[in-house]
């Protein structure tokens, strides 16, 4: 746990950098943010695990309510709802809500009191869609993304039979012109653009061709601490969020993206030594473990390779934000505290 701390803190405090060369304001802000996120771990370690798992149903549809509550009154920035305004900073339910999703499956999935096996399939498919459903709403697709990764990943090392998977996998092929249907417009030029950039070179497949251009600009050494010109002068859009990564690269050189992938890959290393070690036992409270680590995983590598794909021009652009280097709060602190509640 001390390692995955260190290298937490590492990560964030290099994201910090990042973002004091590009906008100063933000800069304190994500140190305040940072402060009340390790303030968080070590409360949340004080506590301790069982509370939150001894009151998890409680947790899971208060924060259901949370999110149908942020899709009327939520802050709207850029045509999306995503944030409840609490007047000294701003909460995004869709974020913390992670942690409760990680932990409610993994008690779910590690149970064996369901009727039949069809019966706790549907059941679980059901409490999946109840929340992903009202996040692709707001509308989060990235994030949405980010619960459909975990909870498919549960299934896929479930008991359930696999061939409810693929019947679920046929299905949302055959229904996909469908699910293209409820996309928002500017979804369907983010996958339109990424399969023909030429198509819209100053609309949507704009970001990723600047995103390459920032990254290819870096170098090997970085342009220096404030003095990326892509960034700096708003060629590059969410040169703070969804493109952060192509900013820290742009400052820090390819030796800087180099460290950062290396410091992630020591995360995901020391996270699936855990997985490993409750996998061959699979009992009672190690099962929960397992899936616990399992899911947290997940959450943390589907939010990295999308990101930094996204940055690369090799995967569409999801709203995805990269995990301690992207400005947030309500992110850096869902990690800390899922980190927390590590087994």
């Given at each position: 746990?001390?390692?995955?701390?260190?290298?937490?803190?590492?990560?964030?405090?290099?994201?910090?950098?990042?973002?004091?060369?590009?906008?100063?304001?933000?800069?304190?802000?994500?140190?305040?943010?940072?402060?009340?996120?390790?303030?968080?771990?070590f409360i949340t370690k004080k506590i301790g695990r069982d509370f939150f798992e001894r009151n998890i149903n409680f947790f899971y549809?208060?924060?259901?309510?949370?999110?149908?509550?942020?899709?009327?009154?939520?802050?709207?920035?850029?045509?999306?709802?995503?944030?409840?305004?609490?007047?000294?900073?701003?909460?995004?339910?869709?974020?913390?809500?992670?942690?409760?999703?990680?932990?409610?499956?993994?008690?779910?999935?590690?149970?064996?009191?369901?009727?039949?096996?069809?019966?706790?399939?549907?059941?679980?498919?059901?409490?999946?869609?109840?929340?992903?459903?009202?996040?692709?709403?707001?509308?989060?697709?990235?994030?949405?993304?980010?619960?459909?990764?975990?909870?498919?990943?549960?299934?896929?090392?479930?008991?359930?039979?696999?061939?409810?998977?693929?019947?679920?996998?046929?299905?949302?092929?055959?229904?996909?012109?469908?699910?293209?249907?409820?996309?928002?417009?500017?979804?369907?030029?983010?996958?339109?653009?990424?399969?023909?950039?030429?198509?819209?070179?100053?609309?949507?497949?704009?970001?990723?061709?600047?995103?390459?251009?920032?990254?290819?600009?870096?170098?090997?050494?970085?342009?220096?601490?404030?003095?990326?010109?892509?960034?700096?002068?708003?060629f590059l859009p969410e040169n703070k969020t969804d493109f952060a990564f192509a900013s820290l690269v742009e400052q820090f050189g390819?030796?800087?993206?180099?460290?950062?992938?290396?410091?992630?890959?020591?995360?995901?290393?020391?996270?699936?030594?855990?997985?490993?070690?409750?996998?061959?036992?699979?009992?009672?409270?190690?099962?929960?473990?397992?899936?616990?680590?399992?899911?947290?995983?997940?959450?943390?590598?589907?939010?990295?390779?999308?990101?930094?794909?996204?940055?690369?021009?090799?995967?569409?652009?999801?709203?995805?934000?990269?995990?301690?280097?992207?400005?947030?709060?309500?992110?850096?602190?869902?990690?800390?505290?899922?980190?927390?509640?590590?087994?």
């Amino acid at each position: 746990m001390n390692n995955l701390l260190i290298l937490s803190l590492f990560l964030s405090i290099f994201g910090l950098f990042n973002l004091l060369g590009i906008d100063r304001n933000l800069f304190y802000r994500q140190l305040f943010a940072l402060f009340l996120a390790f303030t968080v771990f070590f409360i949340t370690k004080k506590i301790g695990r069982d509370f939150f798992e001894r009151n998890i149903n409680f947790f899971y549809w208060f924060f259901i309510f949370i999110l149908i509550i942020t899709f009327f009154i939520g802050k709207e920035v850029k045509g999306s709802r995503r944030w409840l305004d609490l007047f000294f900073f701003r909460f995004q339910p869709s974020e913390i809500f992670k942690i409760f999703f990680i932990l409610y499956f993994s008690s779910f999935f590690a149970q064996k009191k369901f009727f039949s096996p069809f019966e706790g399939f549907f059941k679980g498919l059901l409490l999946f869609l109840i929340p992903t459903i009202l996040i692709f709403k707001q509308p989060d697709l990235g994030n949405a993304l980010v619960y459909g990764f975990i909870f498919f990943t549960f299934l896929f090392f479930s008991d359930f039979p696999k061939r409810y998977i693929f019947y679920l996998s046929v299905f949302l092929i055959l229904f996909f012109p469908l699910f293209w249907q409820i996309l928002a417009d500017y979804q369907k030029m983010r996958l339109i653009s990424f399969f023909n950039p030429h198509l819209d070179k100053q609309g949507t497949a704009y970001n990723i061709s600047q995103a390459v251009i920032t990254i290819g600009s870096g170098g090997f050494f970085g342009k220096g601490l404030g003095l990326g010109t892509q960034s700096r002068l708003h060629f590059l859009p969410e040169n703070k969020t969804d493109f952060a990564f192509a900013s820290l690269v742009e400052q820090f050189g390819f030796f800087g993206g180099i460290i950062t992938l290396f410091s992630y890959g020591l995360i995901f290393y020391l996270i699936i030594k855990k997985i490993f070690r409750f996998f061959f036992i699979q009992q009672g409270e190690d099962r929960k473990n397992f899936f616990y680590c399992l899911g947290l995983l997940s959450y943390l590598a589907f939010q990295f390779f999308v990101n930094v794909g996204m940055n690369l021009g090799i995967v569409p652009i999801a709203g995805v934000a990269l995990p301690f280097i992207s400005y947030g709060g309500s992110a850096v602190l869902t990690l800390l505290f899922g980190f927390a509640l590590l087994p």
